[in-house]
């Protein structure tokens, strides 16, 4: 499975776009932390979200499988002084949880899983970790953000301090993408640093997300795109799955 590594360093100057607080909100809506206590942030990556979770009254748990990431959102959390036990696991070997009410997988950590296999096994780990009547959030790469989107490399960004030239290919099993990052990152000195990263990712149509989601046992499975509580298009790029157990 993918993970990121020095990425870490540079993610969340690259992630401004995010609107992190819309899908805190969306969360809160459906499962507002007077009656869902207990939340595990899968994928949580430097905390941003987990620090938001606790701040509306959730008690947090962040998971990730990435140890750069969870270097950061450690420090985050200390500096804001905020309380979030952190550990470092594949979410298709999640274990330990029990009795959670909320579980969220935000910002499509779920693509980084290798196949359909292991997201069936995130899903059932998942569905065994909730209470009854507890809920799941998660969104995805959309189909056509994996095939259209994703294909229209190279994508570069550059601010000055961060320098990076994104390339792109589909990979070999259907709607998957392998993703090569070269950076060049500004240090103290001023000097430029060399780095490289190479992610894999993929997807699948909304239909195979729900029976995946039924095969592991949760019902009232509701579906929107992009942020918006609106049905998918065709062109849609992200989308967002709600389920109970």
Request: proline letters at 3%; a negative charge; hydrophobic letters at 40%.
């Amino acid at each position: 499975m993918s993970s990121y590594g020095r990425f870490a360093e540079v993610y969340d100057a690259l992630m401004t776009d995010i609107p992190y607080d819309q899908y805190i909100q969306w969360v809160a809506k459906f499962a507002p932390s007077t009656e869902y206590k207990k939340l595990l942030d899968i994928g949580c990556g430097t905390g941003t979200m987990a620090a938001g979770f606790v701040k509306l009254g959730y008690e947090v748990s962040g998971l990730d499988l990435s140890e750069e990431m969870l270097a950061i959102a450690a420090e985050r959390l200390m500096v804001e002084g905020i309380n979030v036990p952190l550990y470092c696991m594949s979410m298709d070997e999640l274990a330990g949880f029990v009795n959670l009410d909320v579980v969220t997988i935000p910002i499509d950590s779920i693509n980084y899983l290798q196949n359909q296999e292991e997201v069936q096994e995130t899903l059932s780990r998942i569905y065994q970790s909730l209470r009854s009547g507890g809920q799941l959030f998660f969104d995805a790469h959309s189909l056509y953000k994996m095939d259209e989107i994703f294909m229209d490399s190279p994508f570069t960004y550059d601010d000055g301090e961060v320098t990076y030239l994104w390339m792109t290919e589909a990979g070999e099993a259907p709607h998957s993408v392998h993703h090569e990052m070269l950076f060049y990152v500004q240090q103290k000195n001023r000097l430029f640093e060399r780095f490289e990263e190479y992610h894999y990712q993929r997807t699948y149509d909304i239909d195979t997300y729900i029976k995946m989601l039924q095969q592991a046992g949760f019902s009232e499975i509701t579906v929107t795109a992009d942020f918006v509580e609106e049905a998918p298009t065709e062109e849609s790029e992200r989308i967002f799955f709600r389920a109970k157990k």
